[in-house]
């Protein structure tokens, strides 16, 4: 079978779950991923007759796809802020919002960029993949970066992106909702958590529901900003004076992040939308 009659097959059963488009450009990936070609190569390479093997591989790669199955986890890399990360089901699937994040962090701090940034202090909490810390490690490259998570299975994977990605970030395992950071030692502590409650499950996406970590998605009891909570009370106290705290957010959640900041006496808090036009991300800075 040539590349171009495999790749028709491709198109045409993840038309079933995708629009033409959509099943296309996954083609593409999986193809220029699995056969090392490059975009400008698969033209010329469309009559090539592929090896059992491969034939085997790309069927077994659209078998998991047809059952719903992320991309990102099937070939277990994800592209975030300009780097490759490994993924699988023990991690979140990074997502462009959380890019976002990373670059208002970046520009809010960007003069450290020139400057002699050995003495700056973050820490991320909740880390999964290691996405945000790895990317600031990227910007920051002197900066003492610590990250933390309380699942064992998203440290190693953590672990292993750091050293792939050649990046010094420090992982610990860490439950914050019942142990305590260490106090005034962060210029920056920044979090994902889990904001999702058990009840909206029904409304999800099957492809995340059925594949992403519910320990990365989902708080349990009935305290909706129970990590935000926890964490902010923390943050009060693990910040240095000056410090800032980032935050992504459930988007019908923004008004009450601000004001449980606002309660734990942080100041200069600052709400922002998403490149979608939804609350996303909260900023403020311990007094």
Known sequence: MTLAELQKIFWQELSTLYDEREARAITKIVFENKLELQAHQMAFERFRILTQEQQKQLNEILKRLLTNEPLQYVLEEADFY??????????????????????WMVREDG???????S????????????????????KFPKANIE????????LQVAEENNRGLQTRVKFFKHDILTEKLSANKYDIIV?????????EKEAMRSNVLNYEPHLALFFSGDDDLIFYRKIS????????????IFFEINQAKGIEVVELLNNFGFVNIELRKDLSGKDRMVKAEKN
């Open 82 to 103: 300009g780097l490759k990360f490994k993924v699988n089901k023990s991690v979140l699937i990074p997502r462009p919002e959380t890019e976002e994040l990373v670059e």
């Open 111 to 117: 003069r450290r960029q020139t400057a002699d940034d």
């Open 119 to 138: 003495e700056m202090q973050i820490l991320d909490i909740g880390t999964g993949s290691g996405c945000i810390p790895i990317s600031l490690s990227k």
């Open 147 to 154: 990250a933390c998570d309380i699942s064992e299975d998203a």
């Open 191 to 199: 979090s994902n958590p889990p904001y999702i409650s058990v009840s």
């Open 233 to 244: 009370e923390q943050a009060s106290l693990a910040l240095k004076p000056n410090g800032k």
